[in-house]
């Protein structure tokens, strides 16, 4: 399956996902940026809430697109022990790429959140979404960081991921919708006709367009 791009994709992955649609406890998380676009298509097929879950990606030195693990909201750490153990990565290494990442992630929660408190995650149904899972290291950073807040259930919902990151993180949630794994997978990119880089405006942008409706939502949930 090859996507025209996110959005078509989000709206893919929103059609196995209508078992959630039109409930009060729902809410959709995506991963920025590439994940704002295919999770404002699921949210709005779902009439969810949505938001955004701040995940930086851990590089290899001198390899920046190879995961040795990821950094999330709230001090969480995953490594990819595979990788670092091959490699032969001294913790100093990866506490240099830890600190300079954890600039970045407090950096894009000020941009993205601003004053805006996060969402209430305690006891409802959290669909994490991102535009794809290759190690699947930064939505395994995210999945441990938000179990801390302890959702009633964790959902990964992705368009396209390699089969063996798919099955593994489904042993660590309570659902996985990955709506094509090909083989070989050769990249998360491969399978977009678009992949074009998601910029900060156009993630403020879909926000500020669900925001209303995300507000009315959650006050549902509350009462």
């Not at 004053?115 to 959290?126: D, L």
């Not at 190690?135 to 801390?148: H, Q």
Request: one cysteine or more; hydrophobic letters at 45%.
């Amino acid at each position: 399956m090859l996507f025209a791009n996110r959005h078509e994709a989000g709206a893919v992955l929103a059609g196995l996902l209508k078992h959630y649609a039109n409930r009060p406890d729902v809410l959709v998380l995506a991963l920025p940026r590439g994940g704002l676009p295919v999770a404002f298509e699921v949210a709005q097929a779902l009439n969810a809430p949505l938001d955004v879950f701040v995940v930086r990606k851990l590089g290899v030195p001198g390899h920046d697109e190879l995961a040795m693990g990821a950094i999330a909201t709230g001090g969480v750490r995953v490594l990819n022990d595979d990788v670092v153990g091959y490699l032969g990565l001294s913790d100093e290494a990866i506490d240099r790429v830890m600190e300079k990442e954890k600039r970045e992630l407090e950096r894009r929660e000020r941009i993205y959140r601003g004053n805006r408190a996060p969402p209430k995650v305690q006891g409802r149904a959290v669909i994490l979404v991102d535009d794809g899972l290759a190690t699947g290291s930064t939505m395994r950073a995210a999945v441990a960081a938000l179990r801390k807040q302890q959702p009633s259930r964790i959902v990964v919902a992705v368009p396209v991921a390699a089969l063996e990151a798919c099955e593994e993180l489904g042993s660590e949630v309570d659902e996985t919708v990955c709506a094509a794994t090909p083989q070989p997978f050769l990249g998360v990119g491969r399978w977009y006709r678009d992949f074009s880089q998601t910029t900060d405006e156009e993630v403020h942008e879909l926000l500020a367009r669900s925001a209303n409706f995300g507000d009315k939502m959650t006050k549902e949930f509350v009462k």
